[in-house]
């Protein structure tokens, strides 16, 4: 699958081009002679490295073989392709103790749903965007906080760069609320409420973070408000089932990696995500700790000038005292 927007072309592309298999571009990625870039669970490269490696291999780089497109399939021309990926049911890789991409992920939500490939895609990208948005933590809210899921911020770092960050509620707890109550599916009579009234801010800020996500992610996707809920509820389900039984690293594509520290889950933002992230403002200092220093220096001051007065009247006093004795 090409990426015109940037000028990546996919593996199969690649090694078209060089003269080579699949998997020997994958070897020279791997080896460094040419640099990959993941894409739901697959590779793709810029099209000038490719070209550059193929001058460096003495290789004249094959342009790429294109089939037309039959009249009769209008749907291909409009819409990618799905991906080559191996379909999981949710149940399956909330079980697995091997890392799960965000390419599983997805192919499995599009399966329970059933909905394309890349629509599915799209309410997991939403999700994210959202989280990575500056704009939704302003207002004094520190972190955006799921209930039996976790807790998610951006954070500064020490080098001024922006990061998100990840924390679940211990698993422990988490493997005694999913006992107890189970995997039931959610209510949506909620939706039907939200479609029937005019949306506003005060409505919007009303609901849970699960539901303003899916109103904000069904704006921008071409899934329906109840396709959008359902499935961004099932990827936070099929989540905590990897956390509380699998215990298996999950990989986003471009994003990060969630994984099990101690009894919780955290996630590590990709270097190269946490670089196009927008730089957070330095942390302020409060009004009171201004206060308390600017008090703290007053009194200082206060203490200094004061024994200043009681040296000076010492000193006077002495002078006084002298010029008795002498006359």
């Avoid at 291999?57 to 749907?75: F, K, L, N, R, Y």
């Avoid at 309410?123 to 807790?151: E, K």
């Avoid at 029937?196 to 801010?201: D, F, V």
Wanted: glycine share 6%; aromatic share 6%; charged share 25%.
């Amino acid at each position: 699958m090409s990426d015109a927007s940037s000028h990546r072309i996919s593996v199969e592309e690649a090694a078209q081009r060089l003269g080579l298999s699949a998997d020997e571009v994958v070897v020279l990625r791997r080896s460094g002679k040419i640099r990959g870039y993941p894409d739901y669970g697959d590779w793709v490269f810029e099209e000038s490295d490719v070209a550059e490696l193929a001058a460096e291999m003495g290789i004249a780089a094959a342009p790429v073989q294109t089939q037309p497109v039959s009249p009769a399939e209008p749907e291909t021309a409009d819409r990618p392709a799905d991906p080559p990926v191996e379909v999981f049911t949710l149940e399956e890789l909330a079980g697995s103790d091997q890392p799960v991409s965000s390419a599983l992920l997805i192919a499995a939500l599009a399966a329970r749903h059933e909905t394309g490939f890349h629509e599915a895609a799209a309410v997991v990208d939403g999700f994210w965007d959202h989280l990575l948005d500056p704009r939704h933590y302003r207002q004094g809210r520190r972190s955006l906080n799921m209930p039996h899921f976790g807790s998610f911020s951006l954070k500064r770092t020490h080098d001024g760069q922006s990061e998100l960050h990840f924390k679940s509620p211990p698993l422990t707890e988490l493997r005694k609320r999913r006992a107890s109550s189970g995997t039931q599916p959610p209510s949506t009579d909620w939706i039907d409420h939200w479609q029937q009234h005019p949306p506003s801010e005060q409505r919007l800020n009303a609901l849970s973070l699960k539901r303003k996500l899916a109103v904000a992610i069904a704006e921008e996707t071409t899934p329906d408000l109840k396709t959008t809920f359902l499935i961004l509820w099932d990827l936070i389900e099929t989540i905590t089932g990897i956390m509380t039984l699998g215990g298996a690293e999950i990989r986003f594509a471009k994003r990060g990696v969630m994984s099990a520290h101690e009894d919780h889950y955290s996630f590590r933002t990709y270097k190269r995500l946490t670089d196009t992230l927008p730089t957070l403002p330095a942390p302020q200092r409060s009004s009171s700790s201004r206060r308390s220093r600017s008090t703290s220096g007053s009194s200082n001051t206060g203490c200094a000038t004061t024994l200043l007065n009681v040296m000076f009247c010492v000193v006077l006093s002495a002078i006084v005292i002298l010029i008795n004795a002498t006359s």
